[in-house]
């Protein structure tokens, strides 16, 4: 790694962002793609929760950052089927859960490794070939047989827009979302990046997921 590779907010500047959040909105900084000393710096400013995408290059970061243990570790990319008991192991939120096929397989392998995982629930709610997640009519044909499941703690509902969607229309859109939450009962909204999150916090987020507003360019 060059210097380069360690670029960071500096702490009057996250400072900013984290008091603008509003009572009730936390913050994911999204580490992958940086180095550990990143996250490193960015946790001597009083942040905890910090998302990867791929279990091989997470574990590394949290061998080398052991001394931090009171980091909190968020998966956020797609997740195979193959690396389930490894995220489970790993991580204590899950955002990506898009198939009761995986919830399922999370669930059994839970309870073989004696955990229960923070479960989101990602949802497509507009037509994207490019995003995947749960239509809102499965998620709720599969309610009951989904809340009758053993470790997991199903806390809410993960979304990501189009890329091709205005302002108003992404914000329109992170409000279905919160609205669907509390449909189900369910207390958080995984939703905002850099380019849209105080869209997010307008429709209802109470996570907003940062990564280069943070950390710059991978």
Not at 93 to 100: G, R
């Amino acid at each position: 790694m060059t210097p380069f590779d360690l670029i960071l907010i500096g702490s009057n500047e996250f400072k900013i962002i984290k008091d603008s959040l509003p009572l009730g909105v936390s913050l994911l900084a999204v580490s992958k793609g940086h180095h550990q000393e990143s996250i490193r710096k960015l946790s001597g400013f009083g942040q905890l929760d910090f998302g990867e995408s791929r279990l091989q290059e997470a574990i590394p970061k949290k061998i080398d950052l052991h001394d931090l243990k009171q980091l909190r570790w968020h998966f956020v990319g797609k997740l195979q089927k193959n690396k389930v008991r490894g995220v489970i192991k790993e991580f204590d939120f899950i955002h990506s859960v898009d198939s009761l096929s995986l919830l399922e397989r999370i669930s059994r392998i839970s309870q073989e490794e004696q955990k229960t995982p923070n479960i989101f629930f990602q949802v497509k709610f507009r037509d994207d070939s490019n995003k995947g997640g749960f239509l809102k009519k499965d998620l709720l044909n599969n309610w009951p047989k989904i809340i009758s499941l053993n470790n997991i703690n199903l806390i809410g509902l993960m979304t990501i827009p189009p890329i091709d969607l205005n302002s108003y229309q992404r914000k329109d859109l992170f409000c279905e979302c919160r609205n669907f939450a509390n449909q189900l009962g369910l207390k958080d909204c995984s939703m905002g990046m850099s380019n849209d999150w105080q869209e997010a916090i307008e429709g209802g987020a109470t996570w907003i997921r940062l990564g280069s507003l943070l950390f710059g360019k991978r």
